[in-house]
């Protein structure tokens, strides 16, 4: 398990293919794998195909003016996923983020990383930025913490694509109309 910086806020994650550290990452974030919404971060738009159905023209042109960026994509799975990712899913959220950490993870890798924001505790701020804070309170949780200096405070804008209709599930960072 480790913890990165990204392009909005800092995330968790493993690979993908780690059914133990998946399980010890929903855990740790108290929720249930078979119910959660994970997404996994890949390296660029070519390792998209191999883990979702046919894009339509359309939601391609705008992945493809979108990412990297601050964009995830809710996209129909396909067979590749590991099936603790979409055990009752026929989705899985993708995301290319614009920084260059995440991204050298996964290619060093091989393997897309599954990805959730950290949150913090405090009712003001909602996704913990500095990354001496997030060492202190997870060094003892996950393998590795990399500091990439402070982060955002505003998450990615997740689109669901996996529909007749382009939906946005929650406003982030990235703007819907920037990549119409």
Same mark, same amino acid.
């Given at each position: 398990?480790?913890?990165?910086?990204?392009?909005?806020?800092?995330?968790?994650?493993?690979? #993908?293919?780690?059914?133990?550290?998946?399980?010890?990452?929903?855990?740790?974030?108290?929720?249930?794998? =078979? =119910?959660?919404?994970?997404?996994?971060?890949?390296?660029?738009?070519?390792?998209?195909?191999?883990?979702?159905?046919?894009?339509?023209?359309?939601?391609?042109?705008?992945? =493809?003016?979108?990412?990297?960026?601050?964009?995830?994509?809710?996209?129909?799975?396909?067979?590749?996923?590991?099936?603790?990712?979409?055990?009752?899913?026929?989705?899985?959220? #993708?995301?290319?983020?614009?920084?260059?950490?995440?991204?050298?993870?996964?290619?060093?890798?091989?393997?897309?990383?599954?990805?959730?924001?950290?949150?913090?505790?405090?009712?003001?701020?909602?996704?913990?930025?500095?990354?001496?804070?997030?060492?202190?309170?997870?060094?003892?949780?996950?393998?590795?913490? #990399?500091?990439?200096?402070?982060?955002?405070?505003?998450?990615?804008?997740?689109?669901?694509?996996?529909?007749?209709?382009?939906?946005?599930?929650?406003?982030?960072?990235?703007?819907?109309?920037?990549?119409?």
């Amino acid at each position: 398990m480790i913890i990165y910086p990204t392009d909005t806020v800092y995330g968790m994650g493993c690979d #993908i293919h780690n059914q133990k550290a998946v399980e010890r990452i929903a855990q740790l974030k108290g929720i249930n794998p =078979k =119910k959660h919404h994970f997404s996994f971060i890949c390296y660029d738009l070519s390792n998209i195909a191999d883990y979702t159905r046919a894009l339509s023209t359309p939601v391609f042109k705008m992945m =493809k003016k979108g990412l990297p960026g601050p964009y995830t994509f809710i996209l129909e799975a396909n067979n590749q996923v590991p099936k603790l990712l979409n055990s009752k899913k026929k989705t899985v959220g #993708i995301r290319v983020p614009d920084h260059s950490i995440p991204r050298l993870l996964v290619k060093e890798l091989g393997a897309p990383i599954l990805t959730t924001s950290i949150h913090d505790e405090d009712e003001v701020i909602e996704y913990s930025t500095d990354p001496e804070l997030i060492y202190e309170k997870y060094q003892n949780l996950v393998d590795v913490v #990399i500091d990439g200096g402070y982060g955002k405070n505003v998450a990615s804008t997740i689109i669901d694509c996996s529909g007749s209709e382009i939906e946005v599930l929650r406003q982030g960072l990235g703007t819907l109309e920037d990549i119409l």
